[in-house]
Nanobody, 126 residues
Framework: QVHVAESGGGSVQAGGSLRLSCEAS????????VGWFRQVPGKAREEIAI???????RYADSAKGRFAISEDTARNTVYLQMNSLKPEDTAIYYC????????????????????WGQGTQVTVSS
């Protein structure tokens, strides 16, 4: 059984940084595909980044240059480091994980993931 849990959200001022954590248990490392998404109430869910088992990452344009993925394999945890935060980054951030081989993981979108965390709120004030 796969369990996904995010942590690390909070409130920061514009220009600040936060690091979100996604711990996913129940998946083996070679098929461990992790996606970070965010959603503002009333709006569609937005992809932030997809981290593939071969350690490649696909970033959305809104995340390029400001956000970075890293991994702690010993803890089955993937981190989303968010720098230079803007008020428009305010959202609930979700992590999703699933057993995808790298070729599929690299083209996966939110509708493909079956295992989701509960979400963590990020608020950026101006």
């Amino acid at each position: 059984q796969v369990h996904v849990a995010e942590s690390g959200g909070g409130s920061v001022q514009a220009g600040g940084s936060l690091r979100l954590s996604c711990e996913a248990s129940g998946l083996t490392r070679n098929v461990y595909c992790v996606g970070w998404f965010r959603q503002v109430p009333g709006k569609a869910r937005e992809e932030i980044a997809i981290f593939a088992p071969d350690q490649t990452t696909r970033y959305a344009d809104s995340a390029k240059g400001r956000f970075a993925i890293s991994e702690d394999t010993a803890r089955n945890t993937v981190y989303l480091q968010m720098n230079s935060l803007k008020p428009e980054d305010t959202a609930i951030y979700y992590c999703a994980a699933d057993a995808f081989l790298p070729p599929f993981c690299k083209v996966a979108d939110d509708s493909d993931f079956r295992n989701w965390g509960q979400g963590t709120q990020v608020t950026v004030s101006s």
